[in-house]
């Protein structure tokens, strides 16, 4: 993409600088050129981090530097006016800026000198120092996050035009290199809508090449794709424009900083300008790259000054919009005296569409009506202007001017016209490798035929805009992007003028059904030509005019013989799938060729050095410094071993509460395992196993009684600090029941806790009299309520269900105490109204205990976990790992998918001294807090030698031969995987644990993750909060395993039949696995909120952001709600009020009503997955509005979700960020943490 764009900016230097007609806008061009403010990749590390409107140096220099060329700009302008002799004219004509001075396109503009002119100039040149500035600060972003539904964006169809241009821009290759690039971005998951402005038309007439490529590219992706395309907007500052925008907001807009010429880059610049302003980020459409997941791109940021600047210049923006368009109908001259206008083009080709439609009802090829259009309208305009200028040359007595040219005479139009529809027939019927073949011409057309092929150009631009509103005729537009093949038509010019000049004699050659369609393509056009003859459609030639010429270059060319070359004979089936087709037309060398021959045959190749460097191959991990090994006998070196683990040990004690667990070796596993299913077969237990289970039920009675002794001693002062203050009191309450074991002492500490938290709302109420209450004082009461009722079912009694009954009627939720106690409350008690809370039981659960609401757990504990009860799907990953099946995890972070890794560890440990876990982690700093997390976990006792963690980085190693455990980063490890020195150790390995697994997707070092992924033989476990597409990764991996599953059985075979004596090996063999599991978990251990700060006066203004204010109608109605979308209780409990507010008829209020829904009525304990379910049927609720036509109710729900900062500069909300801090201190927010 990048050549293709720099090719096309030599173009436009090139038709700049080769201009006669407007020495100004030459110099404009290069300097543009010379400071275009286009990112280089350099840019990526230097990318600015910060956005503020502080005018730093770096900013101060840009802006220099800019002004520092428009200055020297305004001095030549000055020299070249006193230089020039002529009067300045009211009106004057401007040339295009094309280099063939056989075609050119003028406009009338008003007078440069004038004050509203020079006005417009200066507030431009403003213009780009804001745009050239903005840009200069753009950063080298992922533009398609792969952990995240892709953002609504726009492409301005403009600038995917220019990204693909080139000097000899061919139409197929063209249309391929676009449709590669959008498909790119489909394939990525990413929603966008791409937008051509109609303004932008008229900029184009000077480039009939461009202009028809951009008419034919807006109908193919019309037609022939599913990609939207918005032709509807005049501008982009037009009032659809702007309401498009608000309905749809889009993310970012790509969009060009450099047009075709410099009025389509001010063009291109206000765009720039209106989007920044209206908080729509830009995208450069120069410089994007792209990996397997991801596209990259320099984006820049809508800041305040983008929204200032548009502010204060709003009307001088809307004059320089329409000073660039506003010319009259432009002037084509051919030859520099043949001049027609785009009206006369315009009419002629509708008559030609109207008499075309009559001889084809049926309709016909998109190729063949638009070689017939463009022929037939090219012969009738072409001989009416040759008509007229011949008449008025005859008319005039002056001798005319001297022409650069001779135009061509009708005859030889003719003849070029009948080329093109041979060629077009050759479209048709010769097949697409065939064209591929044909020679590579290095002549061009010569300066008579370009004005020619530009006139054709124009044309059939008009034809395709005509036929877009042609409805009732048929026409078959698939080959859109083959509409003409210049190489071709060059490749048929030079038949005939070098090799074959008898013309009539082609017939014979053709083909009966060549010949077929090229007649009638030829007779059509004379048939619609109506009262102009332009002879048979045979011989195609009828005069000599020369149609090429050899290019000239400013090289010699030096005609060097090509040696005989050829491949060597491969056979292999993979290249055969994957080239074949191409290597049936390469050479192949003879098996007696000396090529093949010269060679030492069955010479052993031991590569000794490195292939770039040229250095001798060694172990790299013996380049890494290493201060002690296990291994190491020294005393000094042992004792910095000891130093090193103690402080992993203490390193890892401060990453949680565990405690070291000691690993006892399991020689004999399998025969243990039997033994004791054997023994569970007896119904009779023996004495030893009566008296075992006897004394432990004396060590837990006698635990549980010094438990009881415990809580009577702290049971009245942790109730006195609870009364006193409710925040510390409970939090001492938790710690004390995480260090109890006994349930009935935790259910004696949670019923004291109730009473107290009872106790505390009373006392509050009596207080608050008919004040407003304090509800989180409520929410703690509840609290305690749901967690007896959820973890201490089994064991309340009816004491402990009447004192929940009536703390439950003393809230005033008289339904839920019915609900619990069974019975119909009747009487009305005047003594607890004033304790009363006054909003229903569940609208209080979902919009005040919000994260308070307990997840669905189990009650039944797995006797491979002691200290917690595992979730299914954590349980689902014990069971991988006992079944030496390889796993992908994707759960949030801090849901518990680490436990897995810890587990399979330990069962490795248990297993043998040799087995061995690689833990693989992206970064150094995980590495550390993994191998402390080990060293404080497990103890084992092992061989000298042997410890049970190492590490290998690239600053560090130790005991990496010797571990029994490997914290690794990638690239180590794959230096490990690949030394032919390591193989035997790579035979030890059991599990290789890979973290944040994502990476996989990253933009460096994403390849070495998949070689790994691809090369290791043993389980796995892939861990991830952040894959978007799991099921994709899963069924990769699982094709990976069935290759090497493939693989060992053939290689297990090969072996057993060659060897008679199998060699003991230390690792015991493990069932072997080749599935890969994918275990999936959405749900967060705590909701995410957002809130949005603004400046608003002095003081700071947080206002809470609802997910759904993101979305817009559009959004909702295209793609649906995005499925990471997701709302915490009290934000479902605001959407429905807002639903309730905005449609008052709504038909499913009573049915969605908190207190009504069938997963929350009667309920005493919601739980977050009932939440889900109530959250999941307002969406769908919502989506069904816009189905059932209530888009404007939708929009109006939107707009009050969305919260209304107040825009202020970077500078001022930073002079007052330590008023901020103070803010949250209030809030009670604080630590927290910023990214600046």
Known sequence: MDSAYNQFKKVIHKDSSESASDNDKDSKRRDREKIGFIPTKKGKQR?????????????????????????????????????????????????????????????????????????????LKKLRIHIWTSLSRSQYVSLLKDFVESEFFVIDGDSLLLMFLAEDTQYLNFFYQIECFLQDFTEKGAKYVIVFFKDAEQMYFPYPHFLLLRTALIEHLRRNTSTTVHTEFSSCLSSEWEIFLKQSYPYFII??????????????????????????????????????????????????????????????????????????????YLYEHLSLSMKTIQKEVHQTVHLLKQLWPEGSDIRRVICVLTCAVVLKIYNKILKNANASMRAKTKQPARRSSKPLSPEEVADFCRMQCLTVAFLLHMPLSQRAQIRIMKSCWTKQVSPLIKMQQLCMHFALTQLRHTNDWKLDVTYLPDLNDDSLLMNLAHYYEHEYTEGSKLNKELGKEMENEYQCLWDTVTKVSVKYNFGDAFPIRKTSQLFLEWEQTLFRDHEEEIPAIGLISVKSDLVEDYAGD?????????????????????????????????????????????????????????????????????????????????????????VNANAAVKKTQNKHKTKAETIVEENNRRLQAKEEKKEEEQWKALCIPTEREIKANLAVGINKLEKFLKTLKSKSVKLSAEMAGLSACLAVWKEHCRKQGNKSKDLSKAVQVMRRIHILLDKYQDLLEKPHLQKLTTCLRLLGFKNLACSLSGQTEENNDQNISKYVIEVGPARFQLQYMDYYLLREERNDPDPRVQHFIPDTWQRELLDAVDNNESAVIVAPTSSGKTYASYYCMEKVLKTSNEGVVVYVAPTKALVNQVVGTVYSQFTKKLPDGLVICGVFTRDYRSDVMNSQILVTVPQCLEILMLSPRCQEWTKRIQYVIFDEVHCLGGEIGAEVWEHLL???????????????????????????????????????SEMNFTRKYKVKRK?????????????????????????????????????????????????????????????????????????????????????????????FKNKVVIKKS???????????????????????????????????????????????????????????????IFFM
């Not at 010429?261 to 209106?274: E, N, R, V």
């Not at 609720?1181 to 969305?1202: D, P, S, T």
Request: charged share 30%; with cysteine.
């Open 1067 to 1159: 690792v015991r063999e493990q069932k072997k696995s080749y599935r890969v599991r994918l275990v999936l978990y959405g749900e967060r251990y705590n909701d995410l909120e957002k809130y949005v700060c603004s400046l608003k006066g002095s003081d700071f203004a947080i206002e809470h952001c609802h997910p759904c204010a993101v979305l817009t109608v559009n959004h909702i109605e295209n793609y649906g709600i995005p499925s990471d979308l997701s709302l915490s209780p009290r934000e479902s409990i605001q959407l429905y009020d807002i639903m309730v507010k905005v449609w008052q008829e709504w038909p499913r209020a009573q049915e969605l009503d908190p207190e009504e829904f069938v997963f």
């Open 582 to 670: 191409v290597l049936k037309d390469l050479p192949v060398l003879e098996s007696n060729d000396p090529a093949l021959t010269s060679p030492v045959k069955d010479k052993q190749f031991d590569e000794l050095h490195h292939w770039h460097s040229g250095r001798p191959l060694t172990e790299e991990y013996e380049r890494v410094r290493c201060n002690a090994d296990a291994k190491s006998k020294d005393a000094r070196e042992r004792k910095e071993i000891q130093k090193l683990q103690t402080f992993y040990r203490f390193y890892g004690s401060t990453l949680g509460d565990t405690t070291s667990k000691l690993i006892v070796l399991q020689e004999d596993v399998s």
């Open 255 to 332: 969009v060009s900083d450099m047009g075709l010429s410099c009025l389509q880059t001010d063009y291109l610049a206000i765009l720039i300008a209106h989007s920044l302003s209206k908080k729509v980020n830009i995208v450069l459409a120069s410089g994007q790259e792209y990996d397997l997941l991801r596209v990259y791109g320099y984006h820049v940021q809508s800041l305040y000054k983008h929204r200032l600047f548009f502010q204060n210049h709003k009307q001088d923006l809307k004059r320089a919009s329409e000073k660039l368009v506003e010319y009259e109908d432009p002037v084509i």
């Open 1170 to 1232: 009932d939440v889900r379910k109530y959250e999941q049927e307002l969406k769908e609720e919502l989506h069904k509005w816009i189905v059932l036509g209530q888009r404007q109710k939708v929009n109006e729900l939107l707009e009050h979700l969305k919260p209304k900062p107040v825009d202020c500069s970077e500078v001022e909300k930073w002079n007052h960020f330590s008023r901020f801090v103070d803010k949250l201190h209030e809030m009670n927010k604080l630590p927290a």
């Open 47 to 123: 990318g600015c981090t910060y956005d503020c409107d502080e005018k730093d140096d770096t900013n101060d220099s840009v802006e220099a530097a800019v002004a520092w060329m428009f200055k020297e700009e305004e001095d030549r302008k000055k020299e070249a006016k006193e230089t020039d002799c002529s009067n300045t004219e009211e009106v004057a004509q401007q040339a295009s800026e094309t280099e063939d001075k056989g075609f050119k396109v003028l406009w009338c503009k008003c007078d440069s000198q004038s004050p509203e002119v020079r006005k417009h100039l200066e507030f």
């Open 1014 to 1052: 691809v090369t290791i033989r043993c389980p796995f476990l892939a861990l991830s909060a952040t894959v978007s597409n799991p099921e994709h990764l899963t069924d990769w991996l699982q094709s990976v395993k069935r290759y090497w599953q493939c693989a060992e059985s053939t290689m297990d």
